[in-house]
């Protein structure tokens, strides 16, 4: 049985549609929005509710925002009628009143429903009133144009009044938009098609004034073409006849002809400019209306077109001739073109420009160069450094063969507060004095050497200073070489006598570390950084402000790792291998300096004179624009990591220069120490002073550790202290016990000991203090000749503060002379075994 055909022809029931009988208020607006005036006057006959749709505000409304939303500038200031008492359109225009905004915008709860009931305001019908009466007086002047172009009324009536003319045809062009005839796309050809005509003659007129210089026709015809369609064919008009665009006499070329830094011709440029500027401004003012910003747009063009150009060309040439011209070419070109743009912000001027739109003007001009400009000025920084260090590298022979090297005067501290505070002086010289003061500071001895063999350069240089300093014999000079330039500024000498002092002081400690070069590196570092600044400076906006922000951090960053990898961690390698090598000898006794340790430990203050130099310039300079407490600042984090790797190479070298001082205090005593100083022969009366060598021994010691007070913080310098003592004491101990003493040896012994004691306290370190004052009571075993009582003392544990076992005691008694003699008694209580 085929049920197929069945179920096929069978139809399921389908639900009921819901169809609603009437369209809402919401979607009959929203259709009428787009039908012409004349079809609305129809729509409007229909019924009295779509009369009253057709009636609402919302659809005048949005027709007369099409008028008044095109250019507000042109309609409002339209007159359509000659007679005075005629209201304008600029007072129609501030009485329409927008009611277009829904009911339940308003009245919070209302319902949404678009089928309900329309939830708007009432229509008060002002809107259309407006717009009628607008139509009634622009619908002449545009039926008018079906039929006629050239000999519109529009020209009729307005054409010997060319301001005028061009509201109403700019009017005309928005009610047109209105489509408020039938026929609206061929009538709004013809205006179209009027305005082009009425735009060529009148900047053909205003073209002709502009050549004769007859402000007043300029003045009129730049009115009536802003006043048609924003007048930006007359503006572009006026700027570019101006002759500045195509008659510049001045070439890049012209400049660095004369010295290497000679910009004195694009000075002049750039000064012929901004006068021409200034005085576009008073023309403008007599020509265009205020509200139209013309004199930015010309100052812009000539940025872009005749200073943009000038500039590049000038760059280039720099750049071609060397890198540090490049960059001391841009820094003044910012200056010159800061302060012409200053110029045109000024007050006195009729026409200006805002300080936002300067800054704006300023960035178009620098947007195109300033990724050179900061790969330039980093690669600068790095090879300059790079070739400072190498020329130190390579005048190292030269130093250590030098015997004026070598410091002799011990008040390292108050020299070091000299220098700095000299430094500090420096860090705060403007950017144009610090050559010279740099190459000043830096160069001690030959300015000292000149001054002594050339009285009368002396005189000269009071009232001359050049800031060239040139000696052939030193590497000194080949470094200060590299400060020399010829830019006409003011030398700066720094003649302080303690500064003088503190650095020729400070200089006879670089073997290995170079505060000269280091304050030529902060130098260069500071040239910089003084540069990229100046663009820091501006305001510029945010992504060109973060990328210059950058490149400042990693200038200093470049300083801080060039300081640290290529310069101190180099050096204390050094100053280590030499600590490693070094072997007391023979001669070594005749000096009380050790010679790589006190090449050390100048190193060490000579790192902490950089490091405070560093921290100095730091919070000078480069915290002006660096958080201090924020702690992921690529700046922040690369400081700790040098301050790190300074810690670091001195923890590391002071280590083996306290192994290398015990050793020569070591071999001080074991080859100064006589038999018969402890052990006289004779019974001679002890003059009670240190033996030679106890005083050798203290001597080294003093010496050397004096060298580092000041140099380190005091929790460093207490650890040093502390470590000294300590391997000292077990130095002298091994000595000691190697020792023979009688009774009469014994008052010498004392003397010594009690030499030792007074040198430790000096130390001030009560960890070691108390070891030192066990050995001084110690020494009375020697003096005793009871062995009873030599026993006693040796018992008596608490005199020497826990610190020593008997066993130690019983080496010491061993030292005796007599001891064979007394060894039975004073031994019997301590080798007895008694069993409990």
């Known amino acids: 049985m085929d049920r197929s055909g069945e179920l096929s022809g069978s139809k399921a029931p389908q639900s009921p549609v819901s169809v609603h009988k009437t369209l809402s208020p919401d979607v009959l607006v929203k259709i009428f929005h787009h039908l012409p005036v004349p079809s609305l006057v129809n ?17 005048w409304d949005t027709k007369i925002q099409l008028m008044l939303g095109c250019d507000s500038s042109g309609l409002a200031g339209a007159e359509t009628s000659q007679d005075a008492s005629s209201s304008s359109l600029m007072n129609i225009e501030e009485t329409i009143k927008i009611n277009n905004k829904p009911l339940n915008a308003l009245i919070p ?61 700019h009017t005309l062009v928005a009610f047109g938009r209105c489509h408020v005839v039938d026929d609206w796309k061929d009538i709004n050809k013809a205006v179209e098609s009027l305005c082009q005509y009425f735009e060529n003659a009148s900047l053909h007129k205003f073209e002709t004034a502009y050549d004769v210089h007859d402000i007043n026709d300029m003045k009129t015809f730049a009115h009536a073409l802003i006043a048609l369609n924003g007048g930006s064919i007359c503006i572009q008009t006026y700027i570019q006849k101006h002759p500045i665009f195509f008659d510049n006499p001045f070439k890049p070329e012209d400049n660095f002809t004369t010295s290497a830094h000679d910009l004195d011709p694009f000075r002049k440029f750039m000064s012929l400019v901004t006068e021409e500027c200034r005085q576009q401004s008073f023309v403008v003012s007599e020509t265009f209306p205020p509200n139209v910003d013309v004199y930015y747009t010309f100052v812009d063009r000539v940025l872009e077109d005749v200073v943009a150009d000038y500039v590049n060309a000038l760059l280039a040439i720099a750049q ?38 300067s800054i704006n003007l300023l960035f178009k001009l620098f947007i195109p160069l300033i990724d050179d400009y900061l790969y330039e000025e980093l690669q ?39 220098y700095l505070s000299a430094f500090k002086k420096m860090i705060a010289l403007p950017a144009d004095l610090v050559t010279s003061a740099a190459t000043t500071i830096a160069s001690p001895f030959q300015r000292s050497r000149d001054e002594s063999s050339t009285p009368s350069a002396s005189k000269n240089s009071d009232t001359h200073t050049t800031t060239t300093i040139s000696s052939p014999t030193t590497p000194t000079s080949k470094r200060s070489s590299m400060l020399k330039t010829s830019s006409p500024s003011s030398p700066v000498d720094i003649r302080d006598t303690e500064f003088n002092a503190a650095l020729h002081e400070l200089d006879t400690m670089q073997d290995l570390l170079s505060l000269e070069t280091v304050l030529q590196l902060i130098h260069v570092n500071k040239d910089a950084e003084r540069r990229v600044e100046k663009f820091l400076q501006i305001g510029f906006p945010e992504v060109m402000h973060a990328k210059v922000l950058k490149t400042y ?82 700046v922040n984090k690369e400081k700790k990591t040098f301050e790190r790797t300074l810690d670091d190479c001195v923890a590391n070298g002071m280590d083996r220069g306290i192994q290398v001082l015990l050793s020569q205090v070591e071999y001080i005593l074991a080859h100064e120490q006589r038999p018969q100083d402890y ?19 203290i001597e080294c010691l003093r010496s050397n550790t004096s060298m580092l007070n000041g140099a380190s913080e005091k929790s460093t310098m207490d650890l040093f202290f502390s470590e000294v003592g300590r391997r000292f004491g077990e130095v002298l101990s091994k000595h000691l016990k190697a020792q023979t003493v009688n009774e009469q040896g014994g008052f010498q012994y004392i003397s010594d000991m009690n030499a030792y004691y007074n040198f430790i306290t000096t130390l001030r370190q009560s960890s070691i203090t108390p070891y030192f004052s066990a050995l001084k009571s110690l020494a009375n075993i020697y003096i005793i000749s009871s062995a009873p009582d030599i026993k006693n003392v040796i018992h008596d544990l608490e005199r020497y503060h826990g610190l020593m076992k008997t066993e130690d005691l019983l080496e010491f008694a061993a030292c005796r002379s007599d001891w064979p003699v007394i060894k039975k008694v004073v031994m019997k209580d301590i080798t007895d075994c008694t069993i409990m």
């Open 109 to 169: 709860g209302l319902s949404t429903d678009p089928f309900n009931t329309r939830a708007r305001a009432r229509s008060t019908g002002q809107a259309r009133e407006k717009f009628k009466e607008l139509y009634v007086r622009l619908m002449p002047y545009y039926v008018d144009l079906r039929t006629k172009s050239r000999e519109s009324k529009v020209l009729k009536d307005y054409g010997h009044q060319p301001e005028k003319c061009g509201r109403l045809l």
């Open 320 to 357: 071609r001739r060397e890198r540090r011209l490049y960059l001391h070419t841009i820094s003044v070109v910012l200056d010159v073109a800061s302060k012409m743009i200053q110029e045109f912000t000024q007050d006195n001027l009729p026409r200006g420009i805002s300080t936002d739109s």
């Open 679 to 697: 052990n006289p022969e004779n019974e001679c009366l002890a003059d009670l002073k240190p033996t030679k060598a106890c005083r050798d021994a």
């Open 380 to 418: 600068y920084v790095k090879d300059t450094c790079k070739k400072l260090i190498d020329d130190w590298n390579d005048g190292y022979g030269s130093r250590r063969e030098d015997a004026s090297s070598r410091l002799t005067n011990q008040s390292r501290e108050t020299f070091k507060r000299n």
């Open 553 to 634: 951090e990693q200038i200093f960053i470049q300083l801080l790792r060039t300081l640290g990898h290529e310069h101190i961690e180099p050096a204390f390698e050094r100053a280590g291998e030499h600590l490693k090598t070094y072997t007391p000898d023979m001669d070594s006794l005749d000096s009380v300096d050790v010679p790589p340790l006190t090449e050390f430990f100048e190193m060490v203050h000579v790192g902490d004179v950089i490091q405070q130099m560093l921290q100095l310039y730091y919070d000078e300079e480069i915290s002006k624009y660096i958080d201090k407490m924020d702690f992921i600042n690529d």
């Open 43 to 59: 729509v409007a006959l229909a019924s009295r509710r779509f009369k009253v749709l057709c009636y609402d505000d919302e659809i």
